[in-house]
């Protein structure tokens, strides 16, 4: 297995900022001190990733065209953590929203999102915490959806006690159904541990609903994307050079070469 570094984020063109990405822009605007990451020379970090420069895996980011779209509602400081995953959603589908969660106010592009009728939204959340009568756990995939009618998965973006607090606090959210998954898989997020195994990361969950939505490409994808940012995540955390030729990374370039189903 061969070492190399991680391609040079100046070797990659550069993309148009997508909806997490502006929407750290934004709160950095509004922060009062600077929020300060560690990583690299004087704690510098790629833009398009968050990633120290010598690990960047902007030139292996992905993308493919999906029907279904995330919203995402993002907790105070989740757009300014380098780990999270809300990130990768945002680079692998393109029609990702985020939007920052108060509990005071609703941003009016967040409520207008919801209402076009292109949409058909559903919050991902633990069926536990649900009335039954609100809980699904199957989405129609898109080939059997309604041809005016896409999906559009909405994730809470935050620790666990935040989330079941932004669930309870987000009335206008109480109109949808709640898709309730129930994987078989324990999850394999490395970066921030939860109590409990079968607490997913949310880029795991986004990859999860993928898939029931019959977004296979897309899903797997997404799943093979998490893992390389985890790999230069933490060789660049302990210091050490990326293994460019590892399983992880040839199996991300299989799925980003191979035609769609």
Partial sequence: MTTTPAPSPAATAPRAPHAVSRLRAERLARSAKPFLARGGPKGERCAGC?????????ALRPQVPTRAGMCLLMADIEPLKPSNT??????????TFAFGWARTEVQPGLLALLADAQWQPVVVFPGEF????RVVTQVAPADDAPADKRPLFILL???WPEARKMF???PYLD??????????????YQLRRSRRDDHFCTSEVASLCLEL?????????????LDVFTHHYLQSKHQLPVAADDPTHLR???????PAP
């Fill in 252 to 258: 991300l370039r299989s799925l980003a070469t191979a």
């Fill in 213 to 225: 939505a019959g977004e296979a490409k897309a899903a797997q994808l997404l799943d093979a994307y």
């Fill in 130 to 133: 649900v009335a039954p009568e």
């Fill in 175 to 188: 109109r949808f159904p709640v898709l309730s998954l129930a994987p078989e898989q324990i999850s394999r």
């Fill in 157 to 159: 973006d935050a620790t």
């Fill in 168 to 170: 309870r606090k987000s």
């Fill in 50 to 58: 968050r990633l120290v420069p010598s690990h960047c895996i902007c």
């Fill in 86 to 95: 809300g990130w990768l959603i945002a680079d692998v589908v393109a029609d």
